[in-house]
């Protein structure tokens, strides 16, 4: 924040990204002004919940783990259509594959 409103004949917020960057304002209510979020930096498998598959919806459900640059998580849900389902089959059947040959194993 470079300026605050009633700060000598400010009426407005005068705001500057962290690390310099061109410089804006915004009115003084704040009317304008939102929470940046925290970027998600991944999501992790949530411990002893199973995924759920739904044939009415024909989705499948992860519980998922977000975690965030803050440090701070957030419990979610992977949702998944039939179509995802199978090419997340697919990818994670590939890096089983990968793994096993890794440890010099067969596969």
């Known amino acids: 924040m470079v300026?605050?409103?009633g700060e000598?004949?400010?009426t407005t917020y005068h705001l500057r990204p962290p690390?310099?960057?061109t410089q804006w304002s915004a009115p003084a209510d704040?009317?304008?002004l939102r929470p940046v979020p925290v970027k998600a930096t991944h999501a992790t498998?949530?411990?002893g919940r199973d995924a759920v598959y739904d044939p009415r919806a024909r989705q499948g459900s992860v519980p998922?783990?977000?975690?965030?640059?803050?440090?701070s998580t957030l419990n979610g849900a992977?949702?998944?259509?039939?179509?995802?389902?199978?090419?997340?089959?697919?990818?994670t059947s590939r890096l089983l594959d990968a793994h096993e040959r890794a440890l010099?194993?067969?596969?």
């Open 78 to 91: 992977l949702i998944l259509t039939t179509a995802e389902l199978e090419r997340l089959y697919a990818q």
């Open 104 to 107: 010099g194993g067969t596969s």
């Open 64 to 71: 998922v783990e977000f975690h965030f640059d803050d440090g």
């Open 19 to 21: 690390g310099g960057g």
């Open 45 to 47: 498998l949530l411990a």
């Open 3 to 5: 300026a605050l409103p």
């Open 30 to 32: 704040g009317t304008t």
């Open 8 to 10: 000598g004949s400010a």
